[in-house]
């Protein structure tokens, strides 16, 4: 699973009880799920990976995540093994240009920045109060969600009353990891609330590659009597929704999300007002 947010906290001290660290992660962690973000908290995220896959899930949530929120109290949590190793590591990434992104700190005890290792010292810091603006400067740093008009890149419809077929073929590509992008077809009748779905090409890089799979497809349906439409003209509110939601994409609205024929209405004739002749006095 690919991630937004990367948690980084001490889940436990010494003595093998939970931090303060632990308790201020989690509300954290709620803060920006109710936000629709996706996150990785290690008490949470974990429990799906397995022990076998432990290691493995959280270098996968360090790779994905375009913000690392590190939640501290101490100096000395900041420090331990792990936790060190965790932003240690997405620093790394930020500074050799491997990634683009942003590392944010909680303060959940009585930091300092002097107190800090020289690397985080000039990184962004709130403290337990400010919850609601680290929520809104994480979201900030995330990549605007684009809208499905943008990423849809062939609308084909094909109408054949002898066979009964009112069908529509799409052909999205998105990038569902920031790293490459996905080409898949999209098929189903025009009235369907749903449309199945089929990898075509994967990881394509640039958009020559995306156009040459994208031309490919469309020779092939317009040899199949398919034709070319706008696909906010064919789909239905539902079916709409349904292909957003595939593709993680926001929509906007439009009216052309309902699949209506309107035939052009005669537009009104101008009243006529008969002038009535001055009576003779």
Same mark, same amino acid.
């Given at each position: 699973m690919k991630y937004d947010v990367f948690i980084s906290f001490k889940n436990s001290g010494k003595d093998g009880k939970p931090t303060a660290d632990a308790a201020a992660a989690r509300r954290v962690y709620q803060a920006l799920k109710a936000e629709g973000i996706r996150v990785f908290f290690s008490e949470e995220s974990?429990? &799906? $990976?397995? =022990?076998?896959?432990?290691?493995? &899930?959280? +270098?996968? &949530?360090l790779e994905s995540a375009r913000v690392l929120v590190l939640v501290a109290s101490c100096p000395e949590h900041i420090k331990s093994r792990w936790v060190k190793t965790e932003w240690g590591n997405f620093m790394n990434a930020m500074v050799s240009g491997h990634k683009d992104g942003e590392l944010f700190i909680y303060d959940c005890g009585p930091l300092k920045s002097a107190d800090l290792p020289l690397f985080l010292r000039?990184?962004?810091?709130? %403290? %337990?109060?400010?919850? $609601?603006?680290? *929520?809104q400067f994480v979201r900030n740093a995330l990549p605007t969600v684009p809208a499905l008009p943008q990423l849809v890149r062939l609308s084909m419809h094909c109408l054949n009353p002898k066979k009964n077929e009112d069908k529509i073929y799409l052909v999205t590509a998105h990038s569902p990891t920031g790293t490459g992008y996905n080409v898949t077809a999209h098929w189903g009748a025009r009235s369907s609330k749903g449309l199945k779905s089929q990898m075509k090409a994967a990881q394509l890089m640039d958009e020559a590659e995306i156009r040459a799979v994208v031309e490919t497809l469309e020779r092939e349906k317009l040899r199949n009597g398919y034709r070319r439409v706008t696909h906010r003209k064919l789909l239905t509110k539902e079916a709409l929704a349904s292909l957003s939601a595939s593709l993680g994409l926001a929509t906007e609205p439009s009216k052309n999300n309902h699949v209506q +024929?309107?035939?052009? =209405?005669?537009?009104?004739? &101008? $009243?006529? *007002?008969? =002038? =009535? %002749?001055?009576?003779k006095k």
């Amino acid at each position: 699973m690919k991630y937004d947010v990367f948690i980084s906290f001490k889940n436990s001290g010494k003595d093998g009880k939970p931090t303060a660290d632990a308790a201020a992660a989690r509300r954290v962690y709620q803060a920006l799920k109710a936000e629709g973000i996706r996150v990785f908290f290690s008490e949470e995220s974990l429990a &799906a $990976a397995g =022990r076998g896959h432990f290691w493995g &899930a959280i +270098e996968d &949530a360090l790779e994905s995540a375009r913000v690392l929120v590190l939640v501290a109290s101490c100096p000395e949590h900041i420090k331990s093994r792990w936790v060190k190793t965790e932003w240690g590591n997405f620093m790394n990434a930020m500074v050799s240009g491997h990634k683009d992104g942003e590392l944010f700190i909680y303060d959940c005890g009585p930091l300092k920045s002097a107190d800090l290792p020289l690397f985080l010292r000039y990184q962004q810091m709130f %403290s %337990s109060k400010d919850l $609601a603006k680290l *929520v809104q400067f994480v979201r900030n740093a995330l990549p605007t969600v684009p809208a499905l008009p943008q990423l849809v890149r062939l609308s084909m419809h094909c109408l054949n009353p002898k066979k009964n077929e009112d069908k529509i073929y799409l052909v999205t590509a998105h990038s569902p990891t920031g790293t490459g992008y996905n080409v898949t077809a999209h098929w189903g009748a025009r009235s369907s609330k749903g449309l199945k779905s089929q990898m075509k090409a994967a990881q394509l890089m640039d958009e020559a590659e995306i156009r040459a799979v994208v031309e490919t497809l469309e020779r092939e349906k317009l040899r199949n009597g398919y034709r070319r439409v706008t696909h906010r003209k064919l789909l239905t509110k539902e079916a709409l929704a349904s292909l957003s939601a595939s593709l993680g994409l926001a929509t906007e609205p439009s009216k052309n999300n309902h699949v209506q +024929e309107l035939k052009k =209405r005669p537009k009104p004739k &101008a $009243a006529t *007002v008969k =002038r =009535r %002749s001055p009576k003779k006095k």
